[in-house]
Antibody
Framework: QVQLQESGPGLVKPSETLSLTCAVSGYSISSGYYWGWIRQPPGKGLEWIAS???????YYNPSLKSRVTISVDTSKNQFSLELSSVTAADTAVYHC????????????WGQGTMVTVSS | DIQMTQSPSSLSASVGDRVTITCRAS??????LNWYQQKPGKAPKLLIY???SLQSGVPSRFSGSGSGTDFTLTISSLQPEDFAAYYCQQSYSSPFTFGPGTKVDIK
């Protein structure tokens, strides 16, 4: 079955760039589907960040667009997130997910990785 | 952006109770409405997609209804494993927004 696994540093300093990778197993990214990132600050709700198609077409949340880059590496079967100029407000659990369900439902999720922004 | 609201924000219920959670979109989203269950420390799990379609493997006590702007998630007979947070999400247009969540706990 399709599985997603996030990786990246758990601690990032303010003003630096947060970089995360999502490794996909059980499915070839180049075969299709969009792939995305969603975050959840501690004790709060879910916020969609960005999505990317295997061809490279991207969608960004306007609230984060100026600081976010999503990219895909089909050779490694993974996709990545970069969030620049981070502040404490970016502290959250970051999930990668696939909006592969009917009408774009996020049907497959990674377990999530906690990223803390602190000096 | 399409704003999603949910009510109630929390509820207390007993095993066997019928539970209903409401979700409203700030504009019509046809039936591009999804429901997720999230337990502490876990990733959200898709329960219902396209407003009323049950995701594979999800128990039939979960059901969804609605169209346009108003939607409902119903748990027909609450089970111990259903105590969790529930989120609605619109996939009609970017940015794809979630409701603030409804926490269901034990009475």
């Amino acid at each position: 079955q399709v599985q997603l696994q996030e990786s990246g540093p758990g601690l990032v300093k303010p003003s630096e760039t947060l970089s995360l990778t999502c490794a996909v197993s059980g499915y070839s990214i180049s075969s299709g589907y969009y792939w995305g990132w969603i975050r959840q600050p501690p004790g709060k709700g879910l916020e969609w960040i960005a999505s990317i198609y295997h061809s490279g077409r991207t969608y960004y949340n306007p609230s984060l667009k100026s600081r976010v880059t999503i990219s895909v590496d089909t050779s490694k079967n993974q996709f990545s997130l970069e969030l620049s100029s981070v502040t404490a407000a970016d502290t959250a659990v970051y999930h990668c997910a696939r909006p592969g369900g009917v009408k774009g439902a996020f049907d497959i999720w990674g377990q999530g990785t906690m990223v803390t922004v602190s000096s | 952006d399409i704003q999603m609201t949910q009510s109630p924000s929390s509820l207390s219920a007993s095993v066997g109770d019928r539970v209903t959670i409401t979700c409203r979109a700030s504009q019509t989203i046809n039936n591009y409405l999804n429901w997720y269950q999230q337990k502490p420390g876990k990733a959200p799990k898709l329960l219902i997609y396209a407003a009323s379609s049950l995701q594979s493997g999800v128990p039939s006590r979960f059901s969804g209804s609605g169209s346009g702007t108003d939607f409902t998630l119903t748990i027909s007979s609450l089970q111990p494993e259903d105590f969790a947070a529930y989120y609605c999400q619109q996939s009609y247009s970017s940015p794809f927004t979630f409701g603030p969540g409804t926490k269901v706990d034990i009475k």
